[in-house]
T-cell receptor, first 115, second 115 residues
Framework: GQQLNQSPQSMFIQEGEDVSMNCTSS?????WLWYKQEPGEGPVLLIA?????ELTSNGRLTAQFGITRKDSFLNISASIPSDVGIYFC???????????????FGEGTQLTVNP | NAGVMQNPRHLVRRRGQEARLRCSPV?????VYWYRQLPEEGLKFMVY????????ESGMPKERFSAEFPKEGPSILRIQQVVRGDSAAYFC?????????????FGSGTQLSVL
C-alpha cells in the first residue's frame, strides 16, 4: 500500500528549541494533515493543508504543503514540555469513489522535550 | 476528539475468544473509518463504512475480521478467534460525507490485549 516516509523517527530536544519534521510520498496527495498523539489517546488534528505551497500556522506550529504535493513539513517553535508526544503526518486524496476521506499515515515522530 | 466515542477503552481477551469494538461517530456523521495501530507504528487503514454499507475493506484481513455500521446504533468491528497478533489499538474516525476533503476526527481508541 501507499507509504509515507516520515522523519526523523525520534527527537530529543531542550525546552525552548525549535523542531522540524517532514513527510515525503512517492505519489500525490490533495490534502496533508498533521496530528499529535499522546499516550492512550487517539490522534488530535493540529493543522490541515489543502493547497500546494500553502503555509499555515497554528500558534507555535507551522506547516507547509509542498509544491510537488508529495511532501509536507511541520515546525514547532520554542518547544515546551507539553509538546511531548508522537506527531503524525497524513495524506488524503479526493476523487476516488471508494476512498472517501481515508487517510494514509506516516510512521510518526516521537518528540521528547527536556525541561 | 470532537465527539467520536469508542468503547470499551480496554479489552482483554484470551486466544480464541471474540472481540467486539464499538464506535459511535460524531452526531450527524454517516461515514466511519477504522484504523489499527501496532506499538510504535503509525495508524493503518482497515475499513471504511457508510450507514449499512461497506465502501472499502481493502485494509482488513480477509478472515476473522468483520465490520458493520447499521442504520441504527454504533459501528462494530468484530474480531473472531483472536490471536496474540491482534493485540493493538483500534481507532475509529468519522466524517459527515464522502467529500474527500473532510477532516477526520478520531476517538480515543480501544486497546485490545490478547493473552
Amino acid at each position: 500500500g501507499q507509504q509515507l516516509n516520515q522523519s526523523p523517527q525520534s527527537m530529543f530536544i531542550q525546552e525552548g528549541e525549535d523542531v522540524s519534521m517532514n513527510c515525503t510520498s512517492s505519489s500525490i496527495f490533495n490534502t496533508w494533515l498533521w496530528y499529535k498523539q499522546e499516550p492512550g489517546e487517539g490522534p488530535v488534528l493540529l493543522i490541515a493543508l489543502y493547497k500546494a505551497g500553502e503555509l499555515t500556522s497554528n500558534g507555535r506550529l507551522t506547516a507547509q504543503f509542498g509544491i510537488t504535493r508529495k511532501d509536507s513539513f511541520l515546525n514547532i517553535s520554542a518547544s515546551i514540555p507539553s509538546d511531548v508526544g508522537i506527531y503524525f503526518c497524513a495524506g488524503q486524496r479526493r476523487g476516488e469513489e471508494t476512498s472517501g476521506s481515508r487517510l494514509t499515515f506516516g510512521e510518526g515522530t516521537q518528540l521528547t522535550v527536556n525541561p | 476528539n470532537a465527539g467520536v466515542m469508542q468503547n470499551p477503552r480496554h479489552l482483554v481477551r484470551r486466544r480464541g475468544q471474540e472481540a467486539r469494538l464499538r464506535c459511535s461517530p460524531v452526531k450527524g456523521h454517516s461515514h466511519v473509518y477504522w484504523y489499527r495501530q501496532l506499538p510504535e507504528e503509525g495508524l493503518k487503514f482497515m475499513v471504511y463504512l457508510q450507514k449499512e454499507n461497506i465502501i472499502d475493506e481493502s485494509g482488513m484481513p480477509k478472515e476473522r475480521f468483520s465490520a458493520e455500521f447499521p442504520k441504527e446504533g454504533p459501528s462494530i468491528l468484530r474480531i473472531q478467534q483472536v490471536v496474540r497478533g491482534d493485540s493493538a489499538a483500534y481507532f475509529c474516525a468519522s466524517s459527515p460525507s464522502r467529500g474527500g476533503n473532510e477532516k477526520l476526527f478520531f476517538g480515543s481508541g480501544t486497546q485490545l490485549s490478547v493473552l
